[in-house]
């Protein structure tokens, strides 16, 4: 088995959009979003966006069903099928919240192979409304992170997955945003850092590569995502049961073939001396 833990970003990287943007362009209140914007943190800002919503008579079922639409790369779905059944296990980071995370996983057939989502939680009060609230409570301490918005840091939450598994497994972390950066810098270097290019963490890596320990492999589209995730579990998992031996095996996706002994592995990004 593989011995691999994904860390999976959320929006941009299992999605193709911001699921807070999705939802508030999508029922008509951008104008009132970007009007607040500047006046609270982002998370505050969604909780009252879905108090807006609501007073304006828009549903939870209103919001999940343009969740359900939200737009999704066609081999995100088989990577994440093909990747849980080789030993992976599946785990989420992200500075959405619970409730738009569970409703588009859910409606992808994809929430079972997830094992922990960490974000920020969400709830349904007793008048229908949903309820966002930060992960971490930055009214009463700060996180310490100056990298990370003041409601989560991916670093923190990254560290305390690496202490659970007790050097026992790896982790490789796909993320697009800004607030992958401070992870990326967390891993080890026998770990595997996979970064949206052309988006904010690529490019603050690209900046500022030095604390960055980990193999730095980039993606651009689903397609790729899934080719060099799937190369790099192959890699690690025949260095496992082969006597580090570095040829690829075939993986036998659910709706495509990938021949990936065919394939070599993308060269990680150099760091500069």
């Known amino acids: 088995m593989a011995g691999i833990v994904l860390v999976f970003d959320f929006d941009k990287t299992i999605i193709d959009c911001d699921s807070d943007n999705w939802v508030v362009d999508d029922l008509g209140f951008t104008d009132l979003f970007n009007q607040l914007l500047p006046t609270m943190p982002w998370n505050s800002l969604m909780d009252r966006m879905m ?18 639409r939200a737009p999704i790369h066609p081999r995100i779905v088989p990577a994440i099928k093909s990747a849980h059944p080789l030993g992976c296990e599946l785990r989420i980071v992200s500075d959405a919240n619970m409730f738009f995370i569970e409703t588009i ?56 997955i690496q202490d659970s598994l007790e050097g026992k497994k790896k982790i490789i972390y796909l993320g697009d945003g800004t607030g992958d950066y401070c992870p990326s810098r967390r891993l080890g270097e026998a770990e595997y850092m996979m970064p949206r290019k052309n988006f904010p963490v690529c490019d603050l890596i690209c900046r500022n590569p030095m604390p960055v320990k980990a193999e ?8 790729e995502l899934e080719r060099v995730l799937l190369q790099i579990i192959n890699m690690n998992s025949v260095d496992e049961n082969n006597n580090n031996s570095a040829q690829l095996i075939s993986v036998d996706c659910k709706l495509q073939t990938i021949s990936a002994s065919n394939q070599s592995l993308p060269q990680a990004l150099p760091i500069p001396q």
Not at 108 to 133: A, H, K, M, Q
Not at 146 to 158: A, T, V
Not at 216 to 223: K, V, Y
């Open 105 to 160: 996983l859910e409606h992808l057939g994809l929430r079972e192979y997830f094992s922990e989502i960490n974000t920020n939680p969400s709830f349904v009060d007793e008048e229908g409304r949903l309820r966002i609230i930060p992960y971490h409570d930055f009214t009463k301490s700060s996180h310490g992170c100056n990298l990370c918005p003041s409601n989560m840091c991916n670093g923190i939450i990254i560290e305390r």
């Open 216 to 223: 730095i492999h980039e993606w651009s589209d689903g397609e």
């Open 51 to 68: 108090k807006e919503l609501h007073a304006q008579g828009k549903t939870i079922d209103d919001t999940a069903e343009v969740l359900k």
